[in-house]
């Protein structure tokens, strides 16, 4: 009999749900291997063990070796693993997740093919943004452009609290280190979110492509998502970073930005706030919400049946 090695795959019932785990982990220039139900970090700073049913997702970022068997762990207890750029600035690939359901999917799809139910998603998401304010009447270019005012006016608020010269949202893809210390801030920041956002929309079985606001992307979900909290968490940390770069004259944002988003999106416990509103958004009922996976085959009158039964045939 061949010798089983490590720790018995999590059954997903034991599993930490994915509002309850740490945002996200960034590793850059380091070799990743698994032992037992954890994952080591190895570089010139020496070794981390990091369990992994605890992460919401892994940023791979450059120079990182992971090993067969460590990705399979991760896969097991539903982490999400990105490949990023430099910086964390671009996403590569991304690695499958916990959820193996397909209801949130099936709302999802059926809200945004239809153009009605989609102007509806959208609506809230914008009235998310604009609290006690009456939007029914606008128009979807109307509501963008009140988002982008909204928008320009943090920006200024903020340049003006920190003394940020600010003169607009700025930035290269392919060089990062062109960019003033309050976009470099804002690129990552934002990556990160996005990320996070991906993870929990991975794990809820949902589709990245499938947005309501943004379109014709592979992430145009992850986009929409994401855009609900960016006001709250990259935006005002970016600046922040920026004014501590600026009087410190330190030039690590990368990871000041990475440390400071991480420690907001614990302390007000951002990923449980992103699942209660997918689904706010996703119009599920309180009493449909769920934790466990169910399979069932679909029934064009019954809509949903047992599964895992051997039926008659009907005559």
């Known amino acids: 009999m061949q010798k089983k ?30 032992k037992d139900s954890a994952i080591t970090v190895i570089d010139a ?22 090993s067969h068997r460590a990705v399979q762990l991760l896969g097991e207890a539903g982490t999400s693993i990105c490949w990023v750029g430099e910086q964390g600035v671009r996403q590569y690939a991304h690695g499958r997740a916990l959820s193996h359901s397909s209801r949130l999917l099936e709302a999802q799809a059926k809200l945004v093919s239809n153009q009605r139910s989609r102007l509806n998603v959208a609506r809230k998401m914008y009235a998310m943004r604009f609290p006690n304010e009456d939007i029914s009447g606008l128009t979807m270019q109307q509501l963008r452009g009140r988002e982008g005012a909204r928008v320009r006016r943090i920006y200024a608020s903020l340049a003006k609290e920190y003394g940020i010269t600010w003169n607009g949202r700025e930035y290269k893809v ?3 280190e062109s960019g003033t210390p309050v976009n470099q801030a804002l690129s990552v920041g934002n990556v990160a979110l996005y990320g996070l956002v ?34 709250e968490v990259s935006i005002p940390i970016a600046f922040q970073i920026a004014a501590i770069a600026k009087q410190d004259g330190q030039t690590d944002i990368e990871s000041m930005t990475r440390q400071k988003v991480r420690d907001f999106i614990y302390q007000t416990k951002l990923m449980e706030r992103i699942v209660k509103d997918i689904q706010n958004l996703l119009e599920v009922a309180e009493e449909e919400r769920f934790e466990a ?11 949903l049946v047992k599964h895992g039964v051997s039926y008659r045939e009907v005559e």
């Open 198 to 231: 991906y993870s929990v929309i991975a794990a809820l079985g949902l589709s990245p492509g499938l947005g309501f606001v943004h379109t014709g992307h592979d992430l145009s979900f992850v986009y929409d998502i994401a855009d609900l909290y960016k006001a």
């Open 5 to 34: 090695h490590g720790a018995d795959k999590p059954k997903l019932q034991q599993l930490p749900r994915i509002d309850d785990r740490v945002s996200f982990i960034y590793v850059e220039h380091a070799k990743i291997h698994r």
């Open 45 to 66: 700073m020496g070794i981390v063990q990091i369990p992994v049913a605890m992460i919401g997702v892994l940023l791979l970022g450059t120079g990182t070796d992971i």
């Open 174 to 176: 392919d060089d990062f």
């Open 293 to 303: 996976d169910q399979i069932y085959l679909w029934d064009d009158k019954e809509k």
